[in-house]
């Protein structure tokens, strides 16, 4: 998600020669739509514990992907007033992104791994800003400034639709009991074969593991799957 969210404090700034050429704006603006975009996630990220309660980790991250997905495609418009809304809405839809992110990883991470599955996570700021400052001027010297907009908010959007993948595969898991293969391959059918088939091999494969590791120890160990 923070590949994608970086999107809202990036996409219009690194664009911003050729939308300030086109608007007869000064180019130096583009640091007040970071600041309004930062004031967008300070309003709405005080409000996540809430939608989390109600909504759940995963469909907060969806929601909020889509709130500024849509927020960044407004800049398209190519009106002033449009650059502003777009900062400000980008920016309320990345406020709940991390801790709704953190909320899912800390309920599924084992604690062993835990530091590295975060340390891990938080790589996402500097790689989606490495990805937006790489890619987004390229599109925009190709198509127009526009298309490079764009660009970052259908990789938001694309995303959030990628967490619905990522929801059915958690489903997939459950409708997996840990020694009954036949009614797992039923749970399968039900929820879609393409979906669920990795999560049945990776499930046979971890309990081997679990299994290995319990005859060379003696204990039984609780892992991500098992």
């Not at 400052?133 to 190709?142: D, N």
């Amino acid at each position: 998600t923070h590949l994608a969210g970086m999107g809202a404090f990036l996409a219009l700034p690194v664009l911003a020669p050729p939308i300030a050429a086109e608007l007869g704006l000064p180019a130096s603006l583009a640091g007040f739509n970071t600041s309004l975009a930062y004031g967008g996630a300070m309003l709405s990220g005080p409000f996540t514990q809430t939608l989390i309660r109600r909504h759940g980790g995963v469909r907060v991250c969806q929601g909020a992907l889509v709130v500024l997905g849509l927020g960044i495609a407004l800049a398209v418009i190519g009106h002033p007033l449009a650059l502003i809304v777009a900062a400000l809405i980008g920016g309320i839809g990345h406020g709940p992104l991390t801790p709704a992110g953190s909320h899912v990883l800390a309920a599924r991470t084992p604690e062993r791994i835990r530091s590295l599955i975060f340390s891990l996570k938080q790589t996402g700021v500097p790689a989606g800003a490495m990805l937006i400052a790489g890619i987004a001027p390229l599109i925009a010297t190709a198509y127009g400034w526009r298309a490079g907009v764009l660009a970052v908010a259908v990789f938001a959007l694309v995303l959030a639709l990628a967490l619905v993948g990522c929801a059915v595969f958690q489903t997939g898991i459950l409708l997996i009991p840990p020694d009954n293969f036949p009614v797992a391959a039923i749970g399968m059918a039900l929820a879609g074969i393409t979906a669920v088939a990795p999560a049945f091999l990776l499930r046979a494969m971890l309990a081997d593991v679990s299994d290995a590791v319990t005859l060379a120890t003696g204990q039984e160990r609780t892992g991500l799957f098992y």
